[in-house]
């Protein structure tokens, strides 16, 4: 288990792409953590967080621990790299609002 400390502006999926790898890892953030409400849970900036279960991807958490990169809601170039990681072969700065229904 580790603790993590909560930046401005992040938000529990931040930290589930932070910390797990994939956004998917707000499931595990919420069983890690039960005093937080559900999906619209609200953080605040130096709150402690605890980490207990194993990352969903690994080279994504890797990637962040690394660069030492905080996920805060932005594009970045680690959304490239989780593209690129997964097979993707698309730039997310190529999408605009007709793309998504």
């Known amino acids: 288990m580790k603790v993590i400390t909560v930046y401005d502006e992040q938000t529990i999926y931040d930290i589930a792409i932070q910390e797990y790898g994939h956004v998917d890892g707000v499931d595990?953030?919420?069983?890690d953590n039960p005093e937080l409400q559900g999906y619209d849970s609200i953080i605040n900036a130096g709150q402690l967080l605890k980490i207990i279960q194993e990352p969903i991807n690994?080279?994504?958490?890797?990637?962040?621990?690394?660069?030492?990169?905080?996920?805060s809601g932005e594009v970045s170039d680690i959304a490239?790299?989780?593209?690129?990681?997964?097979g993707g072969d698309?730039?997310?700065?190529?999408?605009?609002?007709?793309?998504?229904?």
């Open 80 to 86: 490239d790299f989780e593209l690129e990681s997964s």
């Open 58 to 71: 690994k080279d994504i958490v890797d990637k962040y621990s690394k660069e030492h990169y905080k996920a």
């Open 28 to 31: 595990l953030l919420l069983q």
């Open 90 to 101: 698309f730039d997310l700065n190529d999408f605009d609002g007709d793309d998504f229904y």
